[in-house]
């Protein structure tokens, strides 16, 4: 096998042939990072086009259809004759004239006889592959096909013997007689950016690390255990426990969010928190009593700042028959752990309401500092403005902090009770 594809009379382009290529791994390439494609035949005469999933495996493309489809139904006996495209949008290119107007793509045309795959065996290779092309690993992590799901499952194998690829890049190729004229040209780039996962409803898994987001430790809520508490990833099947533990009315009095009034509204509240966590702006936590089991709380960092090695910690609800317990404490032990000691931050820092002095007196006993306050810095669920107090603490400061905490939890006993 060589690294080229051979040139066909279908392949060969009449235009542009610039833009031509037939590098192996070039197209493999662009297969790969497509998604999508469509799938060109003819039925009764009259020309079809539909769009499909695919996955390369090797030299074969596999397209994923129904049995009883119409790309399915045709492939029957020995194929069909299948024309295969799959593009990738990189930008608009605005040229002055109208006539330079074009796009940067990267596309793939595969010409061949798709023939329907049959052996068991195989078939099973095909969709493992097409599922996996979706998130890797994605496979192993979902329930296989049945019987009854395969045989209503048409897959197709097309050999990639007649490939083409085509690239255009760069920027305007305008005439050089156009350039004086005033209108705007460049590129407008074109990425597919994929949103935050949006769980269905009863999912109480956390969204799973091949749907994407920041995989650095600054962003990842390793879980961590004390006496006194446990400290797991934020997830969906915390909701009911959250309810149940944060139904009060004055846990939620100095915080930015209302009172939930139902579980639907703490569900929202974990779907935003998980999808900050995606996006890389908060790291949340479940608070877990370590011995029952039981849902205690949430606490998060926030204004993750990985290059200036400062985190801020917040979002720290706790239900109110843990308030005074070393529920809190060793909270926010763990989390200064791992910022100092494990992460190399050199500063950690709080922000409260000025109105909630019970949270300004627990944040002093951890040994940070009054650094001042911000006026008007955000709306209360009221409609009134909220002055914020800050608080940090550096690395410098950590090691006496540090002791005095854990003094402190050594004195309160080996497992703390509600108050």
């Known amino acids: 096998m060589t690294d080229s594809y051979s040139p066909t009379a279908r392949t060969t382009a009449t235009r542009y042939r610039d833009r031509m290529h037939y590098d192996r791994d070039l197209a493999h390439a662009i297969l790969d990072e497509a998604y999508d494609c469509s799938v060109a035949f003819v039925v009764d005469g009259e020309p079809r086009v539909l769009p499909t999933l695919h996955a390369r495996v090797g030299e074969t493309l596999f397209l994923h259809g129904s049995s009883g489809g119409r790309m399915g139904l045709s492939g029957r006996g020995d194929g069909v004759a299948v024309c295969v495209s799959a593009t990738l949008l990189d930008g608009i290119v605005y040229a002055r004239s109208q006539f330079h107007h074009s796009a940067n793509y990267r596309s793939v045309v595969a010409h061949g006889r798709a023939r329907p795959v049959t052996d068991p065996a195989e078939k099973l290779v095909a969709m493992t592959a097409l599922v996996d092309k979706i998130g890797p690993g994605r496979a192993a992590d979902s329930r296989p096909p049945t019987r009854k799901e395969l045989a209503e ?42 949103g935050p996962p949006e769980p269905d409803d009863g999912v109480t898994a956390a969204p799973p690390a091949y749907l994407g987001g920041s995989t650095s ?57 998980l999808r900050e966590q995606w996006l890389g702006t908060r790291v949340p936590w479940a608070q877990i009593h370590p011995v029952t089991g039981e849902v205690l709380g949430m606490t998060s960092y926030h204004d993750v700042d990985e290059a200036g090695r400062a ?47 019970r949270s300004q007196r627990a944040i002093a006993r951890l040994g940070a500092s009054r650094d001042g306050v911000i006026r008007r810095a955000r709306l209360r669920p009221d409609g009134t403005w909220r002055d914020s107090v800050f608080f940090a603490m550096t690395v410098d400061e950590w090691p006496a902090a540090a002791a005095r905490l854990r003094e402190r939890l050594a004195a309160a006993g080996p497992m703390t009770q509600p108050a």
């Open 153 to 194: 499952t048409s897959v197709l194998a097309l050999p990639l013997d007649e490939v083409s690829a085509r690239v255009r890049s760069g920027g305007v190729r305008d005439d050089a007689v156009d350039h004086e004229l005033p209108h705007w040209a460049g590129v407008l780039p074109i990425r597919r950016v994929a």
């Open 217 to 273: 430790p600054w962003r990842t809520a390793a879980p961590m255990a004390g006496r006194h508490v446990r400290l797991e990833q934020l997830a969906p099947r915390h909701v009911d426990g959250l309810f149940a533990a944060l139904d009060d009315a004055e846990v939620w009095q100095f915080l930015t969010s209302p009172r939930p009034a139902d579980r639907d509204q703490i569900t929202e509240i974990v779907t935003d928190a």
């Open 311 to 357: 985190v801020a910690i917040g979002h720290s609800v706790l239900g109110r028959d843990w308030w005074r317990t070393g529920v809190n404490t060793e909270s926010k032990l763990l989390l200064l752990e791992r910022a100092f000691e494990v992460l190399g931050a050199e500063r950690v820092f709080w922000r409260t309401d000025i109105r909630n002095e």
